[in-house]
T-cell receptor, first 115, second 109 residues
């Protein structure tokens, strides 16, 4: 079965360190998204990609970067982790090329704590 | 800035009761999605509504899109413990998807 997997599931890191969260999907979807989920804020879009070598900033992109070198993977990098980036991070993918509002398939999330 | 407000934020009821969750905005959306999220998991799509006034049913869950496509509701009849979870609405166009903060629902046996 096709799926979307995130790793690690849990991560504790120190302030100032670079951290990379992995996201791998086997749906062969063009669209991939990174969200963070915080209490009271719902899901907030960090970065998204509509295809290989395409990346776009979302609502809360400061301090984060992504790269898309193939269809399956969209790693999220925190350049210099800050305590404000403690959150649960979700990766998602969707099928219909170049549009935002079709069904999204989510990974199980990565809980990141910055100490 | 577009906002999508969900209410209530938290609801705890007994098994067998009915409930309604609301998702409201001042903006018009081309579609409205409802997702359910269980602890430790990502959200899973329940339904998408696209036409003003549209009603969709999923077993005991009834979803309605407002006539003006600015609001939506989710009604659960005879709630079961298995309905427990975080319910998220998301209003969208081709170019953006606005998420509500969610309604945390607990159904007590």
């Amino acid at each position: 079965d096709a799926e979307i997997t995130q790793s690690p599931r849990h991560k504790i890191t120190e302030t100032g360190r670079q951290v990379t969260l992995a996201c791998h999907q086997t749906w062969n979807h063009n669209n991939m998204f990174w969200y963070r989920q915080d209490l009271g804020h719902g899901l907030r879009l960090i970065h998204y990609s509509y295809g290989v070598h395409d990346t776009n900033k979302g609502e809360v992109s400061d301090g984060y970067s992504v790269s898309r070198s193939n269809t399956e993977d969209l790693p999220l990098t925190l350049e210099s982790a800050a305590s404000s980036q403690t959150s649960v991070y979700f990766c998602a993918s969707s099928e219909e090329p170049g549009v935002m509002n079709t069904e999204a398939f989510f990974g199980q999330g990565t809980r990141l704590t910055v100490v | 800035t577009q906002l999508l407000e969900q209410s209530p934020q938290f609801l705890s009821i007994q098994e067998g009761e009915n409930l309604t969750v609301y998702c409201n905005s001042s903006s018009v959306f081309s579609s409205l999605q409802w997702y359910r999220q269980e602890p430790g998991e990502g959200p899973v799509l329940l339904v998408t509504v696209v036409t003003g006034g549209e009603v969709k049913k999923l077993k005991r869950l009834t979803f309605q899109f407002g006539d003006a496509r600015k609001d939506s509701s989710l009604h659960i009849t005879a709630a079961q413990p298995g309905d427990t979870g975080l319910y998220l609405c998301a209003g969208g166009s081709n170019y953006q998807l606005i998420w509500g903060a969610g309604t945390k629902l607990i159904i007590k046996p």
